[in-house]
Nanobody, 123 residues
Framework: QVQLVESGGDSVQSGGSLRVSCVASGFTYVDFSMVWFRQAPGKEREGVAVVQGNCRTTYAESVKGRFTISRDNAKNTVYLQMNSLKPEDTVMYYC?????????????????WGQGTQVTVSS
């Protein structure tokens, strides 16, 4: 009954922008921190951005200043706005949720995961 469904992945040109979304259901959304991870084949999962229920955020250094995470608690939705995209941003992006208000990228803290959405950035 707990579901996280990502959408919005697409193919864009380098320097372009894209927004991906994650709709949550089946749990008390406001009590959970929401996080975007990304993972390329053969690589470790990388935390991208975290947003708490009170909308406090933190970002990986690699995306700081380019990406913005936000949440609409009325819609149980978290967004990742990606600007100035680079070819190295070409990975699968995953939405995850963990109970509590903290700002970490430790994947063990997140109990619920979506299936991912693919972002491709061409040079």
């Amino acid at each position: 009954q707990v579901q996280l469904v990502e959408s919005g992945g697409d193919s864009v040109q380098s320097g372009g922008s894209l927004r991906v979304s994650c709709v949550a259901s089946g749990f008390t959304y406001v009590d959970f921190s929401m996080v975007w991870f990304r993972q390329a084949p053969g690589k470790e999962r990388e935390g991208v951005a975290v947003v708490q229920g009170n909308c406090r955020t933190t970002y990986a250094e690699s995306v700081k200043g380019r990406f913005t995470i936000s949440r609409d608690n009325a819609k149980n939705t978290v967004y990742l706005q990606m600007n100035s995209l680079k070819p190295e941003d070409t990975v699968m992006y995953y939405c995850a949720a963990g109970r509590g208000w903290w700002l970490y990228f430790n994947s063990r803290l997140y109990s619920y995961w979506g299936q991912g959405t693919q972002v491709t950035v061409s040079s």
